[in-house]
């Protein structure tokens, strides 16, 4: 089993910056790839940015070029960066750790962008 836990959401202004964050615990040693997805309101959940155990790392078109995923393998953290945020990103964003008996999933952070 691994446990996750997101922190880093609030409060921010449109044009502001958030830096989310998430740790793994338990058995995170056979973690593959690591993502964050967001669920807005009405939405579905969608993938954000994902990096794999290599640290090659995928990005929604709407979040290219405004946030960077990044993966700190000895804390089995991972990390996003989240900057010219807009108030379409207001969302409850979900870590997840992929392994290969299947995906594990963070209670979720909530991001909420002020026009």
């Known amino acids: 089993q691994v446990q996750l836990v997101e922190s880093g959401g609030g409060l921010v202004q449109a044009g502001g910056s958030l830096r989310l964050s998430c740790a793994a615990s338990?058995?995170?040693?056979?973690?593959?790839?690591m993502g964050w997805y967001r669920q807005g309101p009405g939405n579905e959940r969608e993938l954000v940015a994902r990096?794999?155990?290599?640290?090659?790392?995928d990005y929604a078109n709407s979040v290219k070029g405004r946030f960077t995923i990044s993966r700190d393998y000895a804390k089995n953290t991972v990390y996003l960066q989240m900057n010219s945020l807009k108030p379409e990103d207001t969302a409850v964003y979900y870590c997840?750790?992929?392994?290969?008996?299947?995906?594990?999933w963070g209670k979720g952070t909530l991001v909420t962008v002020s026009s």
């Open positions: 997840k750790a992929e392994r290969n008996d299947g995906g594990y």
């Open positions: 338990g058995s995170a040693f056979s973690i593959n790839a």
């Open positions: 990096i794999s155990n290599r640290g090659s790392s």
